[in-house]
């Protein structure tokens, strides 16, 4: 595959019809002058001068990969999806959509690889846009929202074959229903931020989930009861203003290896908050409130490599900490004022 993803600059101007595409026609495009047209198998497209996409103004329809940016892409409409029915990843950026739900993404039955980075969206508000894509398996949704918005459960209903799925929401704030993510029962990667609102069971079916980073400080409040599902190995839950954590928020974590609650609003928390917590590597809780934290807090996690405890109100030294720099080979430990061991 990577050697498909080309890395060439195209430099496209509507205007003039001017295609300078030289350098890479020969090895991934045949051109069709009557039809001023283009064959690619792969496509990375700059456009700075491109405000609108034409129904005629290429057909690439053998293409697999297709990137575009482009700071003034105007709106894209559904007629751009359906000139790459061969496409496995499309990215786009700085483009606006319209995901009115009467307007689907066409089907593109190849297509396992949906990125927008920094675009804007009209109308995500029931929007089922999504639904023929059955076999999706990565979706990036980097947004800049006009106004609220509400992601309903119609969005990712039939994307059941997704394993990663990012949502950001930027200006406007992206609130979810309930059950958004009920059928994404395949997800193992999950990277929620500046996110209004989640329900305490926003994971109930997703069973699979490895890497779950939730990051908001627009959120409300944040469900100290979410259920996390056992098997995360990754869990970041920052800027959330979490207040209390306590042993039956992590008991059922096992699998568990790197934890970041940077960023929240935490003053204490009881010895054995974390004992369940065999498998942890890293644990950082920098950025807290913290004030009255001793090596009993952290004893017991065994494999507990690093320990990041800055930005606090606490006066540690590393002689605090006897036991765990003793027993282990490595041990990196960050405590204000700025100092390191290693
Ligand atoms: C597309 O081109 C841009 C600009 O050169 C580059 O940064 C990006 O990595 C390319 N993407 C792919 C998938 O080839
Ligand atoms: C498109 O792809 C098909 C099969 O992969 C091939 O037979 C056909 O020649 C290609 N068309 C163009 C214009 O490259
Ligand atoms: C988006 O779609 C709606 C409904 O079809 C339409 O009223 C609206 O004008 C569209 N917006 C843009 C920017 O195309
Ligand atoms: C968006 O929601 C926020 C907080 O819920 C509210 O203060 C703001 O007025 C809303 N904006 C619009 C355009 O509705
Ligand atoms: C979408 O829902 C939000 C609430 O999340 C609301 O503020 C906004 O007006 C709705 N937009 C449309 C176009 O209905
Ligand atoms: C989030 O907020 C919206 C609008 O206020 C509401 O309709 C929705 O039920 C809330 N979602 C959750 C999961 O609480
Ligand atoms: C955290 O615990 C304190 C003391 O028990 C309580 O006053 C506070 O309401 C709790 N905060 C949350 C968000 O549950
Ligand atoms: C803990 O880590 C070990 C070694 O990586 C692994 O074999 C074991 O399955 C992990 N425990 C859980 C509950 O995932
Ligand atoms: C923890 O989260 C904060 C806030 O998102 C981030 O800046 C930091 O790099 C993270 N640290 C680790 C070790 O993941």
Redesign the pocket.
């Known amino acids: 595959m990577s050697n498909k993803v080309v890395l060439i600059l195209l430099i496209f101007c509507l205007r003039c019809r001017a295609f300078e595409v030289e350098k890479f026609k020969k090895e991934y495009c045949t051109e069709n002058l009557e039809q001023s047209s283009l064959y690619c198998s792969s496509l990375n497209i700059t456009i700075s001068e491109v405000t609108d996409i034409q129904e005629n103004d290429f057909v690439i329809s053998n293409c697999s990969h297709i990137v575009f940016q482009s700071a003034e892409l105007g709106v894209v409409n559904n007629n751009f999806f359906k000139k790459f029915p061969q496409a496995e990843e499309i990215r786009l950026s700085y483009s606006s959509f319209n995901l009115t739900s009467s307007k689907k993404v066409d089907d593109l039955p190849k297509l396992k690889k949906l990125v927008f980075r920094l675009c804007t969206v009209?109308?995500?508000?029931?929007s089922n846009a999504f639904e023929s894509l059955s076999n999706l398996e990565s979706l990036i949704m980097e947004f800049y929202l006009r106004?609220?918005?509400?992601i309903s459960k119609n969005l990712l209903e039939k994307n059941n074959k997704l394993r990663f799925l990012e949502i950001a929401a930027f200006k406007?704030?992206?609130?979810f229903s309930e059950n958004v993510l009920t059928t994404l029962e395949n997800l193992k990667e999950l990277n929620i931020r500046f996110v209004?609102n989640i329900s305490s069971n926003l994971l109930k079916n997703n069973k699979k989930i490895e890497n779950l980073i939730i990051s908001s400080d627009v959120m409300n409040s944040f469900p100290e009861d979410l259920v996390i599902p056992e098997t995360v190995k990754l869990l970041h839950l920052n800027d959330l203003k979490i207040q209390n954590i306590s042993r039956k928020h992590f008991e059922k974590l096992k699998a568990l290896k790197v934890l970041n609650l940077s960023a929240n609003h935490i003053n204490s928390f009881d010895t054995n908050t974390f004992i369940d917590l065999e498998n942890l590597t890293s644990l950082t809780m920098s950025s807290n409130k913290l004030s009255d934290v001793t090596e009993e807090h952290f004893i017991h996690l065994k494999n507990l490599k690093k320990l990041d405890l800055r930005y606090n109100y606490l006066n540690l030294k590393v002689d605090d900490f006897p036991k765990m720099v003793a027993s282990r080979d490595y041990f990196n430990l960050l405590i204000d004022p700025q100092y390191t061991l290693y």
């Open positions: 009209e109308n995500i508000n029931n106004g609220n918005a509400t406007g704030k992206l609130e209004g």
